[in-house]
């Protein structure tokens, strides 16, 4: 499985972004799918989660009703929808996939900037 992202750029602080992972691959083998973000100078934090199948979410509390995360199966992408950035929002956002509930994966990395 390989999963590449895409969507990251710079943006004012109110506004909003649409990243994307897209997978190749093995992508039948993939359950959860995940973000996470590193500022410069911080350790790598999650920011949301989806399940296979129900597709359940769960956030981070930074994050909990700005953000929201979905997934399209037929399209093998996941997305990362980003309202009312804030300039603490800047980071390098990583895409990653459990595949075959035994290891994970992780993408590039996509450069969202939020200027005040």
């Known amino acids: 499985v390989q999963l590449v992202e895409s969507g990251g750029g710079l943006v004012q602080a109110g506004g909003s972004l649409r990243l994307s992972c897209a997978a190749s691959?093995?992508?039948?083998?993939?359950?959860?799918m995940g973000w996470y973000r590193q500022a410069p100078g911080k350790e790598r934090e999650l920011v949301a989660l989806?399940?296979?199948?129900?597709?359940?979410?769960n956030y981070a509390d930074s994050v909990k009703g700005r953000f929201t995360i979905s997934r399209d199966n037929a399209k093998n992408t996941m997305y990362l929808q980003m309202n009312s950035l804030k300039p603490e929002d800047t980071a390098v956002y990583y895409c990653n996939a459990l595949v075959q509930n035994y290891y994970w994966v992780w993408g590039q990395g996509t450069q969202v900037t939020v200027s005040s």
């Open positions: 989806i399940t296979n199948g129900a597709g359940s979410t």
């Open positions: 691959g093995s992508t039948f083998s993939i359950n959860n």
